[in-house]
């Protein structure tokens, strides 16, 4: 370990390489709750050489590698392993180019999201994939929990922009997967392998991004109802009307009630339950889609709907939103957040199975989430120094699962399994496809070089 | 005795690491590092508080290249607290010693415990520093290079030192004014009350004035205006000819003991039965006076006087806009916003382009954002031109440009840069640090004159134009 950090100090330089304990103590957690470790070193790449480089030495001394972006995942997914190197990547972080005769961006692994947003947006492009963290989340780590947002049910998530990347292997080989053709079947679409991989097959340090036009209007609204229930059903009604909004959240009152005192936007506080709903395209299609989506909501129930006076009123309001999880952690010390989706015709059952199991195990649930994919945040607010309301969280987290899986949903939509749902994994797959994902890890990395003990064991 | 380790838990634990306050760290932002975050310092100190990190130098190093802006308040959604975990752990850093020199000991005592406790003696300081400026002996003495002898240092900071105005608060303003008494005559500086046009409600508001220690000596006109201001909108003024230091400078460098000792001291001096509002004309100061209720809360003598202090206590533009301002008729007279030797020639603010640099105390502090622009916009003759990164700090952050002056230079011209491109002739700040950290950032850059002003300077000369 002691020579591995002194030949990576010697090409990186010391302001590269972190190893006193003020200066690593910082990077042995991630944005999940409760989980911490700390490694032995912190190192800054500046290019997929340099990563290489590490790995070739990691290899050499048997140290596990921890590929890091900005810490925002919700699955442990960066938290350290013992005596391992973080190979954290935000200084990686220009953006190579921005092809606009063929709509495509590329760049460095350690990019923020939202600076990809704006380099599009500047070229009159658009980047839609906008996870709630996009002002300080990677666009490498964007890649590697194959992240969704706000306009997931119009645009898909991370995976549908990724047209090629720059990968290195546990080896320290370097490749590029992927080109900027529109179509391209030459061989296994190996890409795609890595988009979600969550660190475990290789470092991801460089992205091509498809783009699309900027779409020339958008419309948000925001929609207030009496019960939970009625803002499900407004959503399969305008599912079923044949309407794609590309946004369609859903926020409960306890989290709009955080988010109010936290953003002041004038959300309506005794609503049980709001919608964050936006359509964009062709002016014409977006003023027809957002009256037809207001009489909707006014059809089943609203008790008020609010449309955005300009782009400035609409991006408050999707900033709002995207301070949902954070602001629960004004109410209670410890935020435990799931990640559950079902299929979208479950999902007012499965709203209303969270509020039973709330119930059953005296606990304080808010959800909130992607309603339009069916994406749900039930999130446990509780006190991580209180061993009894601890267990019952566990045992809560454990029947959310069961009843999601009961559902056909997933464990997890879009945070990815790390540590915090590593349990349930095989549950949900079942044994021939939890061994076919371990046959791939022992491919690519046989000595289990990379984040070792997340996804699986 | 403040430490980590006595702090609610709930106040370190309140962080759930999210990130979403990263960008807008200017320390972040200057070397990527977590532990110059405000999520990295706070782990650094919830490491401390669960003993898991001794406190150290290099934790005491980090507590300080925090420049305390605050703008990672403004973006916790979760509602981190984060400047009692800053206060708390730089006292926990005093305590321990950890970052204690000769030189570094003698300089707290004589500014925290010296000078800034006694106002008296701080004036007559003032008073010195004036004279070497206004003597031409500073001048002389930088001709001859004699500035080259000082430590480089103290050399560097020689002129940053504020340029000391002729005459201090208590020489312009009178302890109580109202808006019928005759002005006192102070010359040209001094405007006209007796003449305005006041609404004079049945029963005047009564409000009492806070003078600040480097407002006093460096801005004593601002106070002034802050004066002329309330009382062109009917309020009766007091202002205490002679008022101790808030202790916000105390309590941002970990002299907690101070700090509670100045805010007593404050509290007999100005009882807050006693009046409808309590104002204060600089970011840094309000920030720290509306405190006082929760710095008291466990004092049983003060805690109650404490708490109706930080209810009453109003920043300047807070409360204008609070009480329904008027807004000026005429544009601001020739009158330059005499404010210090940069604005020195400038012409008529007769459609001026002014923008507006925000206190890091006043909007992420006091959470004062739009009701400064209210009133830029209410003048007449001006154009309000936004600036990029507002809200980003200056550099100035209390004594940050003196303790810590490579990030405090480039954050100063980052901002310089900033102001100039946004093409206006004023930039309008209302915080003294701030003020002087433009002010010699724009004398150092290249460009037109870009006069730096406080907005009540700018209202009470639209008020005295009015005449
Ligand atoms: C407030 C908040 C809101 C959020 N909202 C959303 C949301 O709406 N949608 C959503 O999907 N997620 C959301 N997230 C989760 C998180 O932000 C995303 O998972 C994000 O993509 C993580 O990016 P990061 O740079 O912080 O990665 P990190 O947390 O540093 O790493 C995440 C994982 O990716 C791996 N990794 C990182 N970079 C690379 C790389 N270059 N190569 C290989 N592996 C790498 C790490 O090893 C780790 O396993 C949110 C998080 C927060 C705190
Ligand atoms: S201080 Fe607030 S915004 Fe920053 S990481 Fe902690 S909870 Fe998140
Ligand atoms: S006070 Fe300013 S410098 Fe300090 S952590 Fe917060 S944002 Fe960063």
């Known amino acids: 370990m002691s020579d591995l950090i002194a030949q990576l100090t010697q090409r990186l330089g010391t302001h590269r390489v972190l190893t006193a304990r003020e200066d690593i103590l910082p990077y042995g957690f991630d944005g999940t709750a409760t989980l911490k470790q700390l490694p032995a070193c912190v190192a800054f790449p500046r290019d997929a050489a340099d990563v290489s480089f590490a790995l070739k030495l990691a290899g050499v001394s048997a140290t596990p590698v921890v590929t890091r972006g900005s810490g925002t995942g919700l699955s442990g997914g960066s938290v350290p392993l013992a005596g391992s190197l973080v190979l954290c990547l935000v200084q990686m972080n220009r953006i190579l180019e921005v092809d606009t005769a063929n709509l495509t961006l590329r760049a460095e692994a350690g990019v923020i999201t939202q600076k990809i947003y704006e380099a599009a947006d500047a070229a009159g492009l658009f980047y839609p994939p906008d996870p709630g963290s996009m002002k300080i989340s990677t666009i490498g780590g964007n890649v590697a929990e194959n992240s969704g947002g706000l306009r997931g049910l119009k645009y898909g998530v991370t995976r549908d922009y990724v047209m090629g990347l720059e990968v290195v292997l546990a080896d320290g080989s370097i490749c590029w997967l992927g080109s900027k053709c529109v179509k391209d079947v030459a061989g296994y679409n190996l890409r795609d392998l890595f988009i979600g991989s969550e660190g475990t097959l290789g470092v991801v340090t460089q992205v091509l991004l498809k783009l699309l036009p900027r779409p020339a209007a958008r419309q948000t609204l925001l929609a207030a109802f009496p019960s939970m229930e009625a803002a499900a059903e407004t959503v399969s009604a305008i599912i079923a009307a044949r309407i794609i909004p590309c946004t369609l959240e859903f926020i409960d009152q306890t989290t709009l009630r955080c988010v109010e005192d936290f953003a002041k936007v004038g959300l309506p506080r005794d609503a049980a339950a709001i919608l964050l709903i936006e359509t964009d395209g062709h002016p014409a299609a977006v003023a027809d889609e957002a009256a037809q989506t207001e009489s909707l909501c006014h059809h089943h129930g609203a008790t008020s709907v609010r449309r955005a006076a300009n782009a400035t009123e609409a991006t408050q309001l999707a900033t709002a939103r995207r301070s949902a999880f954070s602001a629960l952690a004004r109410l209670r010390p410890t935020t435990i957040l799931e990640d559950v989706t079902v299929p979208r015709s479950e999902l007012a059952g499965m709203i209303r199975a969270i509020g039973l199991i709330a119930q059953k195990h005296a606990l304080t649930i808010a959800t909130f989430g992607h309603f339009g994919d069916g994406n749900l945040h039930p999130t446990i607010l509780t006190d991580e120094r209180d061993h009894a309301e601890m267990h019952r969280v566990e045992l809560a987290v454990a029947e959310i699962i069961a009843a999601t899986l009961e559902r056909g949903g997933t464990i997890t939509g879009e945070h990815g399994v790390g540590l915090a749902k590593k349990p349930f994994l095989r549950a949900q797959l079942g044994d021939a496809s939890f061994e076919l994902l371990r046959l791939v890890k022992r491919a690519l990395d046989p000595d289990g070089r990379l984040n070792p003990g997340k996804i699986f064991d | ?467």
């Open chain 2, 1 to 467: 005795m403040k430490s980590l380790s006595d702090l609610d838990y709930s106040v370190l634990q309140q962080c759930m690491h999210c990130g979403l306050c990263l960008p807008t760290c200017p320390t972040y932002e200057e070397t990527q590092r977590e532990r110059h975050s405000p999520r990295g310092r706070i782990a650094l100190m919830r490491a401390i508080a669960d003993g898991e990190l001794a406190v150290s130098q290099s934790f005491g190093e980090e507590m300080y290249y925090c420049l305390g802006c605050l703008a990672c308040t403004s973006a916790c959604p979760a509602g981190v607290n984060y400047a009692e975990l800053l206060e708390t752990a730089r006292a926990e850093v005093e305590q321990a010693g950890v970052l204690a020199s000769p030189t570094r000991s003698l300089i707290r005592t004589l500014t925290l415990r010296v000078l800034f406790t006694r106002p008296r003696l701080l004036r007559a300081v003032g008073r010195l520093l004036w004279l070497w400026q206004a003597s031409g002996l500073q001048a002389l003495a930088r001709r001859a290079g004699l500035m080259n002898l000082l430590p480089a240092n103290l050399r560097r900071l020689e002129p940053q030192a504020p340029t000391i105005l002729a005459k201090f608060s208590h020489q312009l303003i009178r302890p109580v004014e109202s808006p019928a008494s005759a002005p006192l005559n102070v010359g040209r500086s001094m405007l006209d009350v007796e003449r305005y046009p006041s609404p004079a409600p049945a029963s005047p508001r009564r409000v009492a004035v806070l003078t600040g220690c480097v407002q006093d000596l460096a801005f004593a006109n601002i106070n002034r205006a802050t004066v002329d201001v309330l009382l062109a909108n009917g309020c009766e003024v007091h202002t205490p000819p002679v008022q101790p230091c808030c202790g916000s400078l105390h309590a941002h460098n970990g002299d907690h003991a101070s700090a509670l000792a100045l805010a007593r001291r404050q509290l007999d001096l100005i009882n807050p039965a006693d009046f409808d509002a309590i104002i204060s004309n600089a970011g840094g100061c309000g920030s720290h006076l509306r405190a006082y209720g929760h710095l008291l809360h466990d004092d049983p003598a003060y805690a109650a006087k404490a708490a109706a202090w930080s209810a009453k206590l109003r920043d300047i533009h807070e409360y204008l806009v609070e009480i329904n301002f008027r807004a000026p008729t005429q544009p601001g007279g020739s009158n330059p916003p005499a404010s210090g030797a940069v604005s020195a020639a400038t012409a008529t603010i007769a459609a001026t382009t002014v923008t507006y640099h925000e206190s890091c105390h006043l909007c992420h502090g006091q959470k004062v954002s739009a009701q400064p622009r209210a009133i830029l916009r209410a003048l007449p003759g001006v154009v309000l031109n936004e600036c990029a990164e507002s809200q980003w700090c200056c550099g100035s952050a209390g004594i940050y440009n003196i303790t810590q002056p490579e990030t405090a230079a480039r954050l100063q011209e980052r901002k310089v840069g900033h102001v100039r491109a946004s093409g206006a002739q004023v930039v309008a700040t209302a915080n003294p640090g701030c003020h002087l950290q433009l002010q010699n950032g724009l004398a150092q850059s290249t460009g037109p004159v870009v006069t730096v002003t406080h907005p009540v300077i700018l209202l009470a000369q639209a008020y005295a134009a009015e005449k």
